[in-house]
């Protein structure tokens, strides 16, 4: 009895070191900040109180924008000649995440949100119609914006439902919801959306999956989302024009 006792508590003891090293290195294990392969010549500086946040741009005089939040380790700088040739009548912004693409700083939900409306409201007196395009992480980046701000479109690529329901998939064992600090809690912000969203759903997505997609989708207003499947893994690449296509194709 003893010995079974003694055990117990080893295991229950290895358990609770494993929570905190899940608590405390969740960041690490969320973020894989990469650098910039074209690092921006004259970025658009985005200057927060904790930060200096780097804005690869192809500036023009329109009133259209385009502004891209890119994936988990995903370099948008080599996204912004690809939406500039594609979306030939927008201004183009991709924003390099705290951390990520020279930009100084630590990623967090909070961080990443909030450099996102500090982008948008300097973006909004140069351009009156600004289309929004997040993808994997960065759609929990634009669900946000999209709620909180007027949009022109919303495009979502591989989104999720929340990065909470993600990490108790892959951690079923831990009880992530007390654990987690970025929720990414998308299904919450939907409802609000009152723009034209498009969300992309890959068929052969391996991280993700098309369980909390779905839910996602479920969760915006009747007749605000369209949901459209793709052959493809999450990491597929997907053409700026095809977007651009897909966009224009979308009612607005």
């Known amino acids: 009895m003893r010995m079974l006792l003694t055990l117990t508590g080893y295991v229950l003891a290895g358990y609770c070191l494993l929570c905190l090293l899940l608590y405390l290195l969740q960041r690490q294990l969320i973020y894989f ?22 804005v690869s741009q192809q500036p023009r005089d329109s009133s259209q924008a385009l502004l891209y939040f890119g994936g988990n380790a995903e370099d948008v700088s080599v996204s912004l000649p690809q939406f500039a040739a ?27 949100v909030a450099d ?14 600004i289309t929004v ?6 759609s929990g980046v634009a669900v946000q914006l999209a709620a909180q701000r007027k949009v022109a479109q919303l495009l979502l690529i591989t989104p999720f439902d929340s990065l909470r329901a993600l990490a108790q998939r ?15 809690n998308s299904v919450a912000y939907a409802p609000a959306i009152t723009n034209p969203t498009l969300i992309l759903l890959a068929e052969q997505d391996e991280i993700i999956g098309r369980a909390h997609t779905e839910a996602l989708y479920r969760a915006f207003a009747p007749g605000i989302a369209r949901l459209k499947s793709y052959s493809g893994s999450h990491n597929s690449e997907l053409a700026a024009s095809q977007l651009a296509a897909w966009l224009d194709a979308a009612p607005r």
């Open 116 to 129: 996102a409306l500090a982008l948008y409201d300097l973006l909004q007196s140069k351009h009156s119609d």
């Open 86 to 112: 594609a979306f030939a009548g927008h201004a183009v912004y991709v924003m390099h995440y705290r951390g990520y693409g020279g930009s100084s700083g630590s990623p967090s939900e909070q961080a990443l």
């Open 133 to 138: 395009i997040g993808r994997s992480l960065g």
């Open 33 to 54: 900040p990469v650098p910039a392969q074209l690092p921006p010549t004259e970025p658009l500086i985005l200057q927060q109180a904790d930060a200096t946040v780097l």
């Open 170 to 184: 892959q951690f079923p064992l831990f009880p992530v919801k007390w654990l987690l600090k970025d929720t990414y």
